[in-house]
């Protein structure tokens, strides 16, 4: 079931067991079945604490893992090989008794939790952004007992999850709570807990307050804090885009990563540092009132510095039609990488015909029956090369000058209507999956007009990263920068931490 290589890792990984882990399995004469019990025998054999156990469970195959005499709060169904291997593998040292390595605030947030919270993760093995989401229920039910989680696998378990059009899809206590990838501070907020609201007036000023939390704020945080400056942090969460990203192979220094493993550096980075992060909130407003910024939180607290740096960063752009709402998670996606797994063997449209929308239309055309790309102008926009790679494919098709009007469906989207520009007329694509693809906005509304932003809404900056208003800074892709990338907004945040200073050591 293992290779060599997976074996050696895992053979070290299990010498870190503190304690025994009970595994009680499920099984049955199907494949699935006994793909998972080879995995658990050679899991068994490698480690003395592990004890193997069979029993009946409600799906099969599946198995629990608990410390003994305790109840099992962790179940993957499937066999969690894949992406999922590493969770696997944490699950089975934080259950031993390994100490976690997130913030004790978070794990003082997750024990507070005083209500019955049982949560089902729907996954697939191929899915990038799935094991975070797993990983973080794992975390809070091995934390809190009146916690317990559930991973399963939608190709294992497919009559059950044949709804499921995005992965991962959480349901908690039955019902659905979410899709796309969560922190634990997401999680912990969404149910009730989250940041304390006293706690949060009650900080001192802070010298530098950095809003966001991907690349360009990591390294402005970072930056302050070296030079010794009382630095704050307020992200909705670590990683920003960078979350989203497959493979990452332009960051100069780092032949190769992926988004979730640099994500995962830049937290533990600012970690390193005394920065006061708080995560899982997002502001809201921003006043400068005598020499001082004051930030307003979406859960009403307020924080005071006297200078900010902004690195809000950007998300996807909606196309604004009827449907589009209506069929997120149902057949309306953004991310290509993530959940274009699910929509093979379907016939799907990619719309926008720049460098992305036609990147995904190559990816998805070895996935999926058959894409059409879909382009407003009369021409495409994406490099030559890539152009020629999806006019070769024999699955995919190029419709122009097509505006898209409307997308319809049942529970489920079936329909794509556009108008063909240069006609007039009306014509619809039948398809299961559309994937956005017409560019980012930058997350800048909160400032209103308090800071100069151009048409784009992007914050102006000169040089330095200086905005318009004195102590307030802006860095990556928030700003009129002109190229968004990760090396250039870590570069923009490095320079609006050097300025802040600048800007501190002259007030
Ligand atoms: C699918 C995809 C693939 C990509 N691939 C690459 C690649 O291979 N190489 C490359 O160099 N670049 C790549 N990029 C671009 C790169 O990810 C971005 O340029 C980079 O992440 C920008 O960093 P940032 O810090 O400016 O903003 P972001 O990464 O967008 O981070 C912004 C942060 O601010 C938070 N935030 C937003 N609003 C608020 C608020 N009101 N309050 C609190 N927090 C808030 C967000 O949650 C987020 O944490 C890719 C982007 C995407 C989407």
Known sequence: MLNDTLKKQLGQYLQLLEGDVVITASTDDDKASKDMMELLNEVEEMSSHIILKEASLKRTPSFTLSRPEEEARITFAGVPLGHEFTSFVLALLQVSGRAPKEEQSTLDQISKLDQPLHFETYISLTCTKCPDVVQALNLM??????ITHTMIDGAVFREESKDIMAVPTIMLNGEEFGS???????????????????????KEEFEVLVIGGGPASAAAAIYAARKGLRTGMVAERIGGQVNDTAAIENLIGIKETTGPALSQNLAEHIRDYEIDVMTAVRVSDVNKVNDIVEVELENGAKLTSKTLIIGTGAKWRNMNVPGEEEY????VAYCPHCDGPLFEGKRVAVVGGGNSGVEAAIDLAGITEHVTLLEFGESLRADAVLQERLASLPNSEIITQAATKELTGTD??????YTERHTGEEKSIDLEGVFVQIGLVPNTEFVGDKVARNE??????DRNGATNVPGIFAAGDCTDQTFKQIIISMGSGATAALSAFDYLIRH
Do not use: W
Not at 328 to 331: E, H, L, S, V
Not at 412 to 417: I, P, Q, V
């Open 180 to 202: 796309g990838r969560m922190t634990v501070d997401e999680i912990v907020a969404q149910v009730g807990g989250g940041l304390d609201t006293e706690e949060l007036n009650a």
């Open 412 to 417: 489920k989207l079936n329909k794509l209507t």
């Open 328 to 331: 997120k998670n149902k057949g």
């Open 456 to 461: 784009r809404g992007e914050i102006i900056v």
């Open 141 to 146: 039910s091995v934390v809190n007992p009146n």
